[in-house]
Each structure stands twice: as structure tokens, then as C-alpha cells.
């Protein structure tokens, strides 16, 4: 069996995203990010500011262990509250400099940014292995 070698490092994050980005604001509660994420179906939100700028990232896991899980408890907390604070990646990103942030921040997405800091998509953990289970 032969193969093309691919210089890994060559890799950046546009040549293996593909998962879509929504976002909600660092002021919303919870429960709004909580019914935003059950609507859509996505694990991972993008946290802006004000002028849509990305700012974190909300996963489901973290307000899955905001106790106690109620709409009062969740409507009473912030994104703000509980999200992370990874950075952002842009489309030219090397995808090794990306997993290594997720891993330092432990975090399962980072949000993908326009120049202006927009963000455009999401580069999750099952974009990663999907990459590094390709032949």
C-alpha cells in the first residue's frame, strides 16, 4: 500500500472544519444558550461581545454541570458565568497550533474568526479526528 505523505504541519484549520457556528451573547442566561443548543442540535456555542466579536466559547457540558439544572437555577446565570476563554482560530491556522489550544484549555471547539473577529465556524474535537483518521 502506498501513500502520499502530507506534512501535517502544512495542515490549517480551512482544510478540516466543516462544522457550522452559532453564536449567543457573553449577557444572555443559560437557559437561552440551553434551549438554543437543544433547537440546533450543537454542543458548542460562540460567546460575542456586543459588537459580535468572539469572545469564548459555551460547550454543553458546561452548563450541564452548573447545578442544579433547572430553568429557574439556569435563568438566573450567565454565559458569561461559565464559559471558556480558548481564543479564537482563523481559517490559516495551523491544525496542530489548534489542537494544542483545545488541549490547553480543555476545551472541545474553538470558534473560527473572520480578520475582524467574526466568527464564521467552529473547529470542534470531532473535526480533529476526523482529520487524523483520514488516509
Same mark, same amino acid.
Given at each position: 500500500?502506498?501513500?502520499v505523505?502530507?506534512d501535517?504541519?502544512?495542515i490549517?484549520v480551512a @482544510?478540516?472544519?466543516? /462544522? %457550522?457556528?452559532?453564536?449567543i451573547?457573553?449577557r444572555?442566561?443559560?437557559?437561552? !444558550?440551553?434551549q438554543?443548543m437543544?433547537?440546533?442540535?450543537?454542543?458548542?456555542l460562540?460567546?460575542?461581545?456586543?459588537c459580535?466579536?468572539?469572545?469564548?466559547?459555551?460547550s454543553d457540558r458546561?452548563i450541564?454541570t452548573d447545578?442544579?439544572?433547572?430553568?429557574?437555577?439556569?435563568a438566573?446565570?450567565?454565559?458569561? @458565568?461559565?464559559?471558556? /476563554? %480558548?481564543g479564537?482560530?482563523?481559517?490559516?491556522t495551523?491544525?496542530?497550533?489548534? !489542537?494544542?489550544?483545545?488541549?490547553?484549555?480543555?476545551?472541545?471547539?474553538?470558534?473560527?474568526?473572520?480578520d475582524?473577529g467574526?466568527?464564521?465556524a467552529?473547529?470542534?474535537?470531532?473535526?480533529?479526528?476526523?482529520?487524523?483518521?483520514?488516509?
Amino acid at each position: 500500500m502506498t501513500g502520499v505523505h502530507v506534512d501535517r504541519s502544512e495542515i490549517v484549520v480551512a @482544510d478540516i472544519r466543516h /462544522s %457550522p457556528v452559532m453564536t449567543i451573547r457573553s449577557r444572555d442566561t443559560l437557559w437561552d !444558550a440551553w434551549q438554543l443548543m437543544f433547537v440546533s442540535g450543537m454542543r458548542n456555542l460562540a460567546v460575542v461581545d456586543e459588537c459580535g466579536s468572539s469572545i469564548g466559547v459555551l460547550s454543553d457540558r458546561a452548563i450541564l454541570t452548573d447545578l442544579p439544572i433547572t430553568e429557574k437555577h439556569l435563568a438566573g446565570r450567565h454565559v458569561s @458565568d461559565v464559559m471558556a /476563554s %480558548p481564543g479564537s482560530v482563523t481559517d490559516d491556522t495551523c491544525a496542530q497550533e489548534a !489542537a494544542s489550544r483545545m488541549a490547553r484549555h480543555s476545551v472541545d471547539a474553538l470558534p473560527i474568526v473572520t480578520d475582524a473577529g467574526r466568527p464564521i465556524a467552529m473547529l470542534t474535537a470531532a473535526d480533529l479526528v476526523e482529520w487524523v483518521a483520514r488516509d
